[in-house]
């Protein structure tokens, strides 16, 4: 069965770091782009960071620029986001997605098939 699980959220204090994990099943994680996208209540889900499948280039948000570094461990089939310096801002649900394309669009309207997400909290 085709699916993606994410993990690894939780509480963390402001400049605390966490790294989630997006685990894939059913399909190669190696042969598509994987991006991180994220949702604060009351907020529309955003583009966080993004990595390809084709030269393995990578993207982020300049909201996140510096702080998140997006990883893929393929013997694992998962892809990582490490996070550091956190901020209560980066407070949201964080969800792993792709459209099956070699590369990264970022916009979640595109996307075709979702994690379930993990909820990460920044506060002191």
């Known amino acids: 069965q085709v699916q ?3 993990s690894g959220g939780g509480l963390v204090q402001p400049g605390g770091s966490l790294r989630l994990s997006c685990a894939a099943s059913g399909f190669t994680l190696a042969y598509v782009a994987i991006g991180w996208f994220r949702q604060a209540p009351g907020k529309e889900r955003e ?3 993004c990595i390809s499948s084709s030269d393995g280039s990578t993207y ?7 702080r998140f570094t997006i990883s893929r461990d393929n013997a694992e089939n998962t892809v990582y986001l490490q996070m550091s310096s956190l901020k209560p801002e980066d407070t949201a649900v ?3 997605a792709t459209d099956w394309s070699l590369t990264c669009t970022v916009v979640a309207a595109l996307q075709n098939y979702w994690g379930q997400g993990t909820q990460v909290t920044v506060s002191s």
Do not use: Q
């Open 4 to 6: 993606l699980v994410e």
């Open 47 to 49: 583009g966080v960071s």
């Open 60 to 66: 982020y948000a300049d909201s996140v620029k510096g």
């Open 94 to 96: 964080y969800y792993c």
